[in-house]
């Protein structure tokens, strides 16, 4: 089992950045691919990033490329996500989650969810 907690949510104008910071409790974190996804009121959940259990190549939703960094630290058992350059559509709950994939883009891949975090940008 994985517990995944997300935080660095808030409210920011537009342009502005944010980190988040997902912290991962198990023993065998190195093992996970991990990835964030977002879900904006009225919206599907949609991908975002993902990381690979070495933290080689990263991948992205092209809604974000350029713009979000997503990063891991594996003695530490957290994975970030570097927000730059946000826009109002940036808006959503940001999740957290771990898959036993090397990386996946897809929701129903992942095994483990945060209870996510608020990104609200404003124009």
């Known amino acids: 089992q994985v517990q995944l907690v997300e935080s660095g949510g808030g409210l920011v104008q537009a342009g502005g950045s944010l980190r988040l910071s997902c912290a991962a409790s198990t023993r065998t974190f190195s093992s996970y691919g991990m990835g964030w996804f977002r879900q904006a009121p009225g919206k599907e959940r949609e991908f975002v990033a993902t990381i690979p259990w070495s933290g080689g190549s990263t991948y992205y939703a092209d809604s974000v490329k350029g713009r979000f960094t997503i990063s891991r630290d594996n003695a530490k058992n957290m994975v970030y996500l570097q927000m730059n350059s946000l826009k109002p559509e940036d808006t959503a709950v940001y999740y957290c989650?771990?898959?036993?994939?090397?990386?996946?883009?897809?929701?129903?891949?992942?095994?483990?969810w945060g209870q996510g975090t608020q990104v609200t940008v404003s124009s």
């Open positions: 989650a771990a898959t036993l994939l090397v990386y996946s883009r897809i929701y129903s891949d992942y095994h483990y």
